[in-house]
């Protein structure tokens, strides 16, 4: 009896092995081609804004930073 549990279980796995598998094919899809659309009204203009204080020239302001960067390093003798 053990012999015959034994001989169906592996020629059921031996079966199952030699099916054959479906092979997937992935179609890619169609490209997708903008088509533009007639041209609208034209849009209002709108005001460009205010331009702000000016400052007086060659003196910063109050919250301004200055930045003083150092001269780059000589080159070694060789």
Do not use: H, W
Request: proline letters at 17%; hydrophobic letters at 35%.
């Amino acid at each position: 009896m053990k012999y015959s549990i034994m001989l169906s279980t592996v020629f059921a796995a031996l079966s199952l092995s030699a099916c054959d598998k479906p092979t997937v094919v992935n179609v890619p899809a169609p490209a997708t081609v903008a088509v533009p659309g007639p041209a609208g009204p034209q849009g209002a203009t709108g005001s460009q804004g205010n331009d702000g204080v000016k400052g007086d020239p060659g003196k910063p302001g109050d919250t301004t930073t200055v930045i003083v960067t150092p001269p780059p390093a000589p080159e070694p003798r060789k």
